[in-house]
């Protein structure tokens, strides 16, 4: 860990956690009108992520993806207009939240369907690996998704392509409010269960962006000199309710002292207490930098406020189908 590694994570976890803070902020004044899953709690695994990937690395993502779309580079002011439903947007206004695109940027989308990308992933893997390419693609998902047949079918193929192909799985331990025991067998974790089908895995901490960091850097180096694909999972807390902008922890669905454990060692004041301790970073470096984020984020949401609502002759104009009749 350096100096500069240090600012780069410590800006990206908290930018991440101002945009979705923000949006908790304003989602009441009803000018959102998409349902939105955010982050809060679980910044350090895209923000680890993200200061690996290059740009030329692609990425997909699922609901909850604002935090992989910013940290893989996508545009501010494209993903807040997005969300308020505005032509400016990344996706037109068309997507809202869950549907995020930047493909100069090289994220090349997000859907609602829980393991809908896995399979898009593994096939943007198999055009860079078919281009002879050391870029990889990197599939987001939730510790969900593994419920799913898709993500079988999906790593059966990457492994049999030997495919460049990353699997990142956040695993905040619920789906909605359904606790991981209550959905799979837990005789074996999830990574445990992955290895088992071989591929690569690593297991870590997802609360804590050093450890995301240096086991993601060492997988990719071994997927980009042709190890094959490699599955990540990293334990994590969502702090807000699945859906929306509020807090459900009085529906008790997740245990006060799973709720305690989870925030006190929440990601960004865990990284920066490192930090600072080490002489890596200052108290005051984090201060100017915090204020220069609530600018920019400030900055985005005007921007987004301001851009216009997009024309209703654009209705039908960049959508899967038009595309396929024109064809
Ligand atoms: C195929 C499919 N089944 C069910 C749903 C409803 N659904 C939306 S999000 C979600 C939970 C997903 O949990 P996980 O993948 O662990 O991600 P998290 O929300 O915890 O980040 C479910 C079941 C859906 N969108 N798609």
Same mark, same amino acid.
């Given at each position: ?13 908290? /930018?991440? /956690? ?6 908790? *902020? ?6 959102? /009108? ?34 992989? @779309? ?41 859907? %609602? ?11 943007? $893997? ?37 495919? !460049? ?11 909605? @409010?359904? !606790? ?10 999830? @990574? ?9 895995? *690593? ?23 042709? $190890? ?10 969502? +702090?807000?309710?699945?859906?929306? !902008? ?6 008790? @669905? /997740? ?6 454990? +989870?925030?006190?060692?929440? !990601? ?35 921007? %987004? ?6 024309? %209703?002759?654009? %209705? ?12």
């Amino acid at each position: 860990m350096n100096k500069l590694l240090a600012q780069k994570l410590s800006h990206s976890m908290r /930018r991440i /956690r101002t945009v979705e803070e923000t949006i908790a *902020e304003r989602y009441s004044e009803q000018q959102m /009108r998409c349902p939105t899953h955010l982050s809060t709690g679980q910044e350090a695994v895209s923000a680890a992520v993200g200061e690996i990937l290059r740009k030329t690395d692609l990425a997909v993502s699922g609901h909850r993806a604002h935090a992989h @779309y910013l940290a893989k580079g996508g545009n501010l002011n494209a993903m807040i207009a997005e969300i308020y439903g505005r032509v400016t947007g990344c996706a037109r206004g068309k997507g809202g939240s869950m549907h995020l695109i930047d493909e100069s940027v090289g994220f090349m989308g997000s859907t %609602a369907i829980v393991g809908g990308t896995v399979p898009v992933g593994v096939g943007l $893997g198999y055009g860079l690996k078919l281009k002879g390419e050391q870029n990889i693609a990197v599939i987001f998902l939730g510790d969900a998704v593994v419920e799913t047949g898709v993500f079988y079918e999906s790593i059966n193929f990457a492994l049999l392509k030997n495919l !460049p192909v990353l699997f990142v799985c956040e695993n905040n331990q619920f789906s909605v @409010y359904t !606790p991981l025991e209550q959905r799979q067998s837990t005789t074996l974790d999830i @990574y445990e269960r992955v290895a088992g089908l071989g591929v690569m895995t *690593e297991y870590g901490n997802g609360n804590d962006v050093v450890e995301v960091y240096n086991k993601t850097k060492n997988m990719t180096e071994k997927i980009r000199s042709g $190890g094959g694909p490699a599955f990540l999972q990293f334990d994590t807390f969502r +702090w807000r309710e699945h859906c929306g !902008p509020n807090y459900d922890d009085d529906l008790n @669905y /997740r245990e006060t002292s799973f709720i305690e454990k +989870w925030r006190s060692d929440e !990601p960004i004041a865990r990284f920066e207490k490192y930090a600072i301790d080490t002489g890596l970073l200052k108290e005051t470096e984090i201060q100017t930098n915090q204020i220069e984020i609530e600018a920019e984020v400030n900055a985005a949401f005007e921007f %987004a406020v301001n851009s216009p609502f997009p024309h %209703a002759d654009e %209705a039908s104009k960049h959508v899967f189908a038009e595309q396929h009749i024109k064809g």
